[in-house]
């Protein structure tokens, strides 16, 4: 699988941060590549098992995620497994940890596998530059929900 990692500091608590995170269907406040985000039927609001989608920005795509691993506070695993994005398979792991005081390292992988065999495979280059700015847009646009209650405009 192609890794991408990105990260960002906020400045606030490690438990600030996570309630965020934590709020599994809002992810569309702070992420300027989502919509909207909802809760699919009969979902957990969050933890292990909780399903969401996400609406793309682009108003013709989505995803649809659901979370595989989950340690409050320290890291949340994201399996993306659905969507009309050209993925076979990806994975989300965010990590988090303090700092300093009120200060919170957020670091964030996605490991993917792209759909189309070997011509996917000939894309992970452009896939990797692709995606590290719109991954990294999403965890600026969280240090500035949680620092400063801005949620994001949406990219077109």
Not at 80 to 100: N, Q
Not at 116 to 142: E, H, T, W, Y
Request: with cysteine; proline share 4%.
């Amino acid at each position: 699988m192609a890794e991408v990692t990105v990260e960002c500091t906020v400045n606030a608590s490690v438990a600030k941060v996570w309630q965020s995170w934590d709020a599994y269907a809002d992810i569309f406040l702070f992420n300027p590549g989502i919509k909207n985000s909802y809760l699919l039927g009969g979902s957990a609001k969050t933890g292990l098992g909780a399903r969401r989608q996400c609406d793309l920005a682009d108003g013709r795509n989505y995803i649809r995620e659901e979370i595989i691993g989950y340690e409050p506070e320290r890291r949340l695993v994201i399996d993306i497994y659905d969507g009309t994005m050209p993925l076979r398979s990806a994975v989300a792991t965010f990590s988090f940890w303090s700092a300093a005081e009120d200060v919170t390292e957020v670091s964030m992988t996605m490991a993917f596998k792209p759909k189309f065999g070997p011509l996917g495979a000939l894309m992970v280059p452009m896939m990797k530059r692709q995606f590290r700015p719109i991954l990294q847009s999403m965890l600026d646009g969280n240090a500035a929900y949680v620092e400063r209650g801005e949620t994001v405009a949406q990219a077109a």
